[in-house]
C-alpha cells in the first residue's frame, strides 16, 4: 500500500508562514480527496483543509479559510498546504489523509471526519509561537 509521505513543519513566530507537502501518487486522479489534519494535544483530530485531486476544488475549516490554501501538483503527485498568518492556536501535530471518494457533494465539504479517510501520514509537527 503506498504510502502519504508528508515533509515541511517546523517552529514559526506568529504571523509568519510555513508550507507542508504530502505525496502520494495512488491518490490524485478522479474521484480521490485529500486532506490535511491537525491534532494539539489533548484534542480531537480536526480537518482544516480538504482537495479533490482530479479537479482541484478545496475546501478549508472556518478557523483557517482566508490564511491557508491547499493546492495540487499533479506534476508531482502531491497536495501543499500553504500556511499564512499562523498563530499559536494553529499548532499541533499535522496529518496528510486520502480517501477514494469525493470531498464533496454539490460543492458541499462532507468529509472532514477522521474516520472518513483511510489512508493517512505519519504527521509532521507545526508550533507557532506567540
Known amino acids: 500500500q503506498e504510502q502519504l509521505v508528508e515533509s515541511g513543519g517546523g517552529s514559526v513566530q506568529a504571523g509568519e508562514s510555513l508550507r507542508l507537502s504530502c505525496h502520494g501518487t495512488k491518490y490524485i486522479g478522479h474521484s480521490k480527496c485529500m486532506a490535511w489534519f491537525r491534532q494539539a494535544p489533548g484534542q480531537e483530530r480536526e480537518a482544516v483543509a480538504a482537495?479533490?485531486?482530479?479537479?482541484?476544488?478545496?475546501f478549508y475549516s472556518a478557523t483557517v479559510k482566508g490564511r491557508f490554501n491547499l493546492s495540487l501538483d499533479s506534476s508531482k503527485d502531491m497536495v501543499i498546504l500553504q500556511m499564512n498568518s499562523l498563530k499559536p492556536d494553529d499548532s499541533g501535530l499535522y496529518f496528510c489523509?486520502?480517501?477514494?471518494?469525493?470531498?464533496?457533494?454539490?460543492?458541499?465539504?462532507?468529509?472532514?471526519?477522521?474516520?472518513?479517510?483511510?489512508?493517512w501520514g505519519q504527521g509532521t509537527q507545526v508550533t507557532v509561537s506567540s
Open positions: 489523509a486520502a480517501v477514494f471518494a469525493p470531498c464533496d457533494v454539490g460543492g458541499r465539504w462532507i468529509r472532514q471526519r477522521e474516520s472518513d479517510f483511510g489512508f
Open positions: 482537495i479533490h485531486t482530479g479537479e482541484g476544488s478545496s
